[in-house]
Each structure stands twice: as structure tokens, then as C-alpha cells.
């Protein structure tokens, strides 16, 4: 059964930093696109950063400049580092993996943003 593990949320001032970490396990398949998604209070879900099935990588206009997405292919993991964190972030933050044409998605960390 696959899995997907998220790591990283917490609390955070703003202005701060994190590093939310996401692990795939259960797959004999390497997932074709992984990415990061969230989803506030009251709100949809939405796209934070995903790689491409091309390997390019899509930001929402929200974090360009700010967070940064990378993957490590040998561990089937992707990160995600947020850094210049606003209280407008705070959410909870999921992982996503495109595995054999079927989605797969995490639990979700959340990821507070408050003085």
C-alpha cells in the first residue's frame, strides 16, 4: 500500500523558516510528479509547488521568491523549504504523488505562521 509521510510542519514566527520533508514508501513505481500542496482554514485546497512530469517545477505566485521545492529521486522524497514564512501561509500543508496514473496524497502537516 503506498504511503506517503509528511515532516516538518510546527510553529513558526513570521519571517521564519521551515522545512517540510515528504517520504514515499509502499511503491514499486517511482512517482511520475510529486508535489506540495495546502489548504487553509475555510479555504480550498491549492498548489504550493510541484515538479513537472518534465522535471520543471511550478510555483504558486504566492511563494516564488520564498519557498523552494526539491526532490531526491534515490529515496523517492521531496522537500519543501519555506523561508520569509507570513501568517498567510499558515495551513495545512499535503503531499502529493502522481504513481501510475493514480493520485496519492499524505495526511498533511500543518504549518503555523503567529507571533
Known amino acids: 500500500q503506498v504511503q506517503l509521510v509528511e515532516t516538518g510542519g510546527g510553529l513558526v514566527q513570521p519571517g521564519g523558516s521551515l522545512k517540510l520533508s515528504c517520504v514515499v514508501s509502499?511503491?514499486?513505481?517511482?512517482?511520475?510528479?510529486m508535489g506540495w500542496y495546502r489548504q487553509a482554514p475555510r479555504k480550498e485546497r491549492e498548489l504550493v509547488a510541484t515538479f513537472t512530469n518534465i522535471g520543471g517545477t511550478n510555483y504558486a505566485d504566492s511563494v516564488k521568491g520564498r519557498f523552494t521545492i526539491s526532490r531526491d529521486n534515490n529515496k523517492d522524497a521531496v522537500y519543501l523549504q519555506m523561508n520569509s514564512l507570513r501568517p498567510e501561509d499558515t495551513a495545512v500543508y499535503y503531499c502529493?504523488?502522481?504513481?501510475?496514473?493514480?493520485?496519492?496524497w499524505g495526511i498533511g502537516t500543518l504549518v503555523t505562521v503567529s507571533s
Open positions: 509502499g511503491s514499486i513505481f517511482r512517482p511520475s510528479t
Open positions: 502529493h504523488a502522481y504513481i501510475r496514473w493514480s493520485n496519492y
